[in-house]
């Protein structure tokens, strides 16, 4: 089963008119020196048993496959790509060009055939990062066993059941086309830039934000054009059982017939995903990993430590494929249909140490994008409100989080916890279903940073609000309230609880403080 600038200088416009200023500018030009950076061991047997928060039922907490199984896994080859045109976008002739291309191996492979990217300072390990970030795991579509039957991604029904947006050029983002075989043109899925690449109104791109790609309406789509059922809830199974917890809230889902499962998929809007380890009933916000640097535990549910660049490629590991190879409570998801023994390590395929490395480089290295909300006389009004109302106690600055989890409603932290983790003695009411029900549940949740709120949507841990405005609105907390993100599969209204700090503000002080958290 498949679960995968050096821009040039410009003329010299201005006359030096001292040695001192030749000098300055000399230094600024010098060269950058050769980077030899010692490549950490990505999967060590230590220190995977000690990565995760244990989950709320620690019982289901995942045994990771041993470093030697793990390490016999093939290196799968990053190939070049293409990019994908939305119908009346793509120029003419395109795909007969795609097929007359070679296949090009950009980085991995074996023996003589073995490619690999100029590494020789930090910026070519960073632009090497990239080309991680950019690469599909596996070809065809999200919801197939097998390959699909058309480039799907050049009929107009795709875009139109999806509503998934476009850049000003055309370029649907989210996915690329890849030769391996000459005159066979694929559809390459699940790089990492496919859940952390944002389209701006205008049609800008933002790389490594928090994605709007509609992941689960493009799924939806897929399940449908399988229409095999069998399969369907084979693969729901694989990503979101937990069959330790009881009542195991995912076992519906092996119920239903092709139609409920795209349609509660069709339910999660753009920037929410029913990814692997959550649920299509309780799926999560897409984080967005500018800054993530700074964060301690990574996933909404602080399921991962992070102290150092090698927690990030662990993440990566884990979260390209590592984690199916776990034992949760003897619950192996990658093998399919039984679930219960590992497959053989060659039918699996991973990043190599090194790519990983250059991935965590380039996810370190991002920065955000110009914010065009300046700090006015509205914002500093809202910074008041900000400090009036001891938002700093969980929103510290300069990173805006305190980088602490709280727990969830219900689950009492267990005494060795206290000492371990970093943990607010208090609940924050939000819904503990994430936290509580599925496979990355710890039973907290972390403390997100307010910094980049601006170009973000989808607030609360399952993206129940899409916007600021809708998080600060006192009426999401009664039943009938509709919410603006994530509502659920057959759901038309219900409360968003919790999290009532802002809701008592006056209206004036509620667009006061939206007004600052959007200059963050």
Request: charged share 25%.
């Amino acid at each position: 089963m498949r679960i995968t600038f050096i821009r040039k200088l410009g003329p010299i416009l201005l006359v030096l008119l001292s040695v001192t200023t030749a000098m300055q500018s000399g230094q600024s030009q010098k060269p950058e020196r050769d980077f030899h950076p010692v490549i950490p061991r990505t999967w060590d047997d230590a220190a995977m048993a000690e990565l995760e928060v244990p989950l709320a039922d620690p019982a289901g907490s995942p045994k990771h496959a041993s470093a030697d199984y793990y390490y016999k896994i093939p290196v799968r080859p990053i190939y070049k790509q293409y990019p994908v045109y939305a119908p009346g976008h793509e120029p003419p002739g395109y795909i007969d060009w795609l097929k007359q291309q070679e296949p090009v191996i950009v980085w991995g492979g074996e023996g003589k055939d073995a490619k690999r990217p100029a590494l020789k300072t930090k910026a070519d390990w960073i632009k090497a990062g990239e080309i991680a970030f950019d690469a599909p795991v596996i070809y065809g579509a999200i919801g197939f066993f097998e390959e699909p039957k058309s480039l799907y991604l050049r009929e107009p029904d795709w875009y139109k059941h999806t509503g998934a947006v476009i850049t000003r050029k055309g370029v649907l983002p989210y996915y690329t086309y890849v030769i391996r075989q000459k005159g066979k043109v694929e559809i390459g899925i699940l790089a990492c830039a496919m859940c952390h690449t944002r389209v701006m109104p205008e049609g800008s791109v933002i790389k490594g934000a928090q994605g709007n790609f509609p992941f689960d309406r493009a799924s939806g789509y897929d399940t449908r054009a399988s229409d095999k059922v069998s399969d369907a809830r084979i693969l729901e199974r694989a990503l979101f059982a937990a069959p330790w917890i009881k009542p195991d809230l995912q076992a519906r889902l092996s119920e239903m017939s092709v139609e409920e499962i795209a349609a509660t998929h069709d339910a999660i809007p753009a920037g929410v995903l029913a990814r692997h380890r959550s649920s299509p009933l309780n799926p999560v916000h897409i984080p967005d990993l500018i800054g993530v640097k700074d964060r301690r535990y990574l996933d909404a549910t602080g399921l991962q430590q992070q102290h150092s660049i090698v927690d990030l490629m662990r993440y990566a590991a884990l979260n390209q494929g590592g984690d199916d190879l776990a034992s949760f409570a003897g619950f192996i998801p990658a093998d399919v249909p039984n679930f219960k023994n590992l497959p053989a390590a060659g039918t699996q395929s991973r990043y190599s140490d090194e790519q990983l490395y250059a991935l965590g480089l380039y996810v370190y290295s991002l920065k955000p994008p110009p914010n065009p909300n300046k700090f006015d006389t509205l914002a500093a009004r809202g910074k008041s409100v900000f400090e009036r109302e001891s938002c700093a106690t969980c929103h510290t600055p300069p990173l805006y989080t305190n980088n602490k989890l709280t727990p969830a409603e219900g689950f009492t932290p267990p005494a060795d916890h206290v000492a371990k983790y970093d943990i607010l003695p208090t609940s924050l009411d939000t819904d503990p279903n994430l936290t509580l029900k599925t496979r990355r549940g710890t039973g907290y949740y972390k403390v997100p940073s307010l910094k980049g709120v601006w170009y973000r949507s989808m607030f609360e841990h399952n993206g129940s609000c899409a916007t600021l405005e809708d998080w600060f609105d006192p009426r999401r907390t009664r039943g009938d309230y509709v919410p603006t993100g994530f509502k659920g599969y057959g759901v038309k209204t219900r409360a968003v609880k919790g999290h009532p700090f802002g809701l008592g503000l006056s209206l004036a002080d509620r667009k006061a403080l939206i007004a600052f958290l959007k200059t963050l």
